[in-house]
């Protein structure tokens, strides 16, 4: 089973509509990371949560982080083309180094 | 001020054969992560290294896989006699001494190895 559970896998909507994706665990976390990637590309880090109960915003992309910090989601306001690609969650349990992934949320915005 | 460099970008091998993936991190950055991605999966960790020194290799398969970031020059992640299933794109991430603590890791664009 995944550590982290990425819902839906695969979101496709109309340039201008709002969406939300998701990222759940059942374990708890000191802080999440979201990348987004694109096709022949590497990930590229979006945001950092740190804090149960905090928002972070970078233009349209609203993140939050679970109270319980278990649990993340990902709100895009008028999504535009440009918002299309694979959408990562990460964490990085325990005191090693790595990062451990979500499977991604596959976005593609129509226009 | 360039970014996490990975060459080749794709690399076709046929099984048995030996294929060497390079990573020259962001200059200043002396820690190393390399990941596998399979098609409709995420990114399984396979190793990390500093310079000289591997520090985690928990994620790296333990026969014909191998990896190095020697003092000059960039990363090699070497797998020998290559099969099917080692068919991936694999992507090194390079972090400084400053952000390796935040895990902020920045990621290359990833070498394609289709193994025919």
């Known amino acids: 089973t995944q550590l982290l559970e990425q819902s839906p896998q695969f979101l496709s909507i109309q340039e201008g509509e709002n969406l939300t994706v998701y990222c759940n665990s059942s374990?708890?976390?000191?802080?999440l990371q979201w990348y987004r990637q694109e096709p022949g590309e590497g990930p590229v880090l979006l945001v950092t949560v740190v804090t149960g109960g905090e928002v972070k915003k970078l233009k349209r992309l609203t993140f939050q982080f679970g109270d319980a910090r278990k649990d993340s989601s990902l709100h895009i306001t008028a999504a535009q083309t440009g918002d299309t690609g694979l959408y990562l969650c990460a964490v990085r349990p325990g005191s090693n180094y790595q990062l451990i992934w979500g499977a991604g949320t596959k976005l593609i915005i129509k226009p | 001020n360039a970014g996490v460099m990975q060459n080749p970008r794709h690399l076709v091998r046929r099984r048995g054969q030996e294929a060497r993936l390079r990573c020259s991190p962001m200059?200043?950055?002396?820690?190393v992560y390399w990941y596998r991605q399979l098609p409709e999966e995420g990114l399984k960790f396979m190793v990390y290294l500093q310079k000289e020194n591997i520090i985690d290799e928990s994620g790296m398969p333990k026969e014909r896989f191998s990896a190095e970031f020697p003092k000059e020059g960039p990363s090699i992640l070497r797998i020998q006699q290559v099969v099917r299933g080692d068919s991936a794109a694999y992507f090194c991430?390079?972090?400084?001494?400053?952000?390796?603590?935040?895990?902020?890791?920045?990621f290359g664009p990833g070498t394609r190895l289709t193994v025919t």
């Open positions: 991430a390079s972090s400084s001494s400053t952000t390796v603590e935040s895990y902020e890791q920045y």
């Open positions: 374990s708890v976390f000191s802080s």
């Open positions: 200059k200043g950055h002396s820690h």
